[in-house]
Structure formats: C-alpha cells, structure tokens
C-alpha cells in the first residue's frame, strides 16, 4: 500500500511534466481540427477568395499557438486585415500606367483616379475563432483526461 502511495505521489509531482508534453505533441493537432477548420468553414461560407481560405496558417512555438491569415496583395499590403476590418471610402489612382482600366458587362473603363467605398468588413477570422474555441477547449480537456487518466493518476 505503501508503495502505491508513493508511486502516485511521484506521479503527481511529474503532473505538470506531463500535462506539458502531451499539449507540446497535441495541440497542434487539435488546433487546426478545431479552430483552423472553424476559420475555414466561415471563410468558405463568407464566399472568400480560395487564395485566402488557402493562406490560413498555424504553429505552435512551444511557447504559443498562433494562427493567423498571411493573405498579402502584390505590393505586400495586408488584405487579410482589409477583409478582417473593412476599409472606408478612399481614393485609388494608377501607379504604374496613367489610367486605371477594367472591364464591365463588356465594356472597357478607364479612369485616371476614383473613389471606392472600400471593403466591407467580414470578419472571419474572429468569427471562425468565436465558433471554434468552444470546441478546441473541449477536446483539448478530453485529450488530457484520455491522457492522464484516473489509471495513470492513481497506480491502478
């Protein structure tokens, strides 16, 4: 008996190890089946470009879980944070050529400079982080129980 309770004290001391390595080697994991795909699935339902959906991005340093949309324009201008946030009115003028040009229902625009009512804000990413948190703590906390059960806690 004796032994018992010292094999369960050992293994309580090494808890904090424990809890630990088993978040090192799974959070990763839980991450993007929680909350990556919550922030996938509202993109999608948001109709966002694919390029997008395909920029969302996360790691685990050790330290933090990070995630995060690293959806740049051509001149590195953050358009995860323009979609994120929104944009207001502004002016656009051409950078490179003297006017701006596109095409709509079949005809040629041209435009030395003009105001846009800018992006609307969509927030996907803190949505998707709002409906996917709920289940990253779920099955973080089953992950852990499975872990570290009562078998493991208790020398049974």
Known sequence: MADNLHLSALRMQSLPFRIKEIINYKILSIANQT????????????????RYIN?????????????????????????????????????????????LRWFQDGIKYFSKGHYVSGIQARHVFSEGFKKGYPKFKEKLVEELEGELGGSMLFGR
């Open 55 to 99: 920029s969302i991005q996360s790691d685990f340093d050790g330290r933090e879980l990070w995630i995060w949309v690293d959806f740049k324009g051509k001149k590195l201008e953050p358009l995860d944070e323009y979609f994120e946030e929104g944009t207001k009115r502004h002016f656009i003028k051409p950078v490179l050529r003297k006017a």
């Open 35 to 50: 909350l990556v795909e919550a922030i996938h699935q509202e993109a999608i339902q948001k109709k966002m470009p694919k």
